[in-house]
């Protein structure tokens, strides 16, 4: 529906010679005509299309990410398909990117201008803390995926966490969730920039939006109630038991201590979130998480297949 806006959004980019690569899931609405006909304007552009695996979005991401054909010695940034894009979101990115160096991953993010479906009523999305960390990115996501850019090093973490036998890990909820966690857990650099850069659409079809007030908290309470938020956690928990050699030495016993903590009783496992000083963003939040591991909510989440990850 807002797919035209978002490609003409591409096009102002100020500065930038990019190529864009789409993954169509799955379409009924005339998406694939019109990205036809947009690679057929601009001759001159690298401009690609696929048909995604149609497992869902974080699914269609990473298969986009990890794609044997993809140039792997250039930054990546990711879009959802309904954003538009400030002409300078990509030039700023990349500034940031090198002025952080090529010596180690570094993952950017933004915030973002939180508008209507009809691009109307901006207002900033929510200041993030600058203490990101591995702890944090257990139980929750702060990092949002449309404003994510990945320098090569990052996009190569990426593509090698991805390497698994079938069968092992999990499918992961969320690839935004997913990037943070890994790329935090390996000891990546991740900046967050102040400048917003995306035009962020609210609408009915949000897979996760930015909604405020206590509508949304209700929300947000319904989804701890319901199981979602475990299943959530646990899922990516299996998706790391395979790829915990890539995680920093500190950060793997973090994982083995938040597994062992919600096998525990109510009291362990209070008593381990503080030991650990596993948080979420805001002290109302951390609460929520707390009394979720109290009422049980958030318990046993380690995943049936995945053992302890201690190397001694």
Known sequence: MHLSEQLTSFLMQAGVDWALWVSDDGSSDGTWEMLQRFRDSHPTREIRLF????????ANFLSMLCHPELNTARPVALSDQDDVWL???????????????????????????????????????RRRAPRVSFRNALVQNVVAGNTMVLNPLALDLVRRAAQREPGQGAEIPYQDWWIYLLMSGAGAEIRLDEKPGVLYRQHGTNTMGDARGALAGWQRVRVVQRGEYRGWIRDNMAALGPIRHLLTEDNRATLEGFLDT??????????GLAGLRIRR???????????????????????????????D
């Open 51 to 58: 048909h995604g695996p149609q497992k869902g979005v974080a």
């Open 87 to 125: 002409p300078h979101r990509l030039r700023r990115a990349l500034d940031d990117l090198e002025g952080a160096g090529d010596a180690y991953p570094v993952l950017y993010g933004s915030r973002t201008w939180v508008v209507r479906a009809d691009l109307t009523r901006w207002r900033l999305s």
């Open 262 to 271: 919600l096998d525990g009783t109510r009291f362990e496992r209070i008593l």
């Open 281 to 311: 963003e805001t002290w109302l939040g951390t609460a929520a998480l707390y009394l979720a591991a109290w009422t049980g909510r958030l318990a046993r989440v380690r995943p049936g297949g995945l053992p302890g990850l201690r190397t």
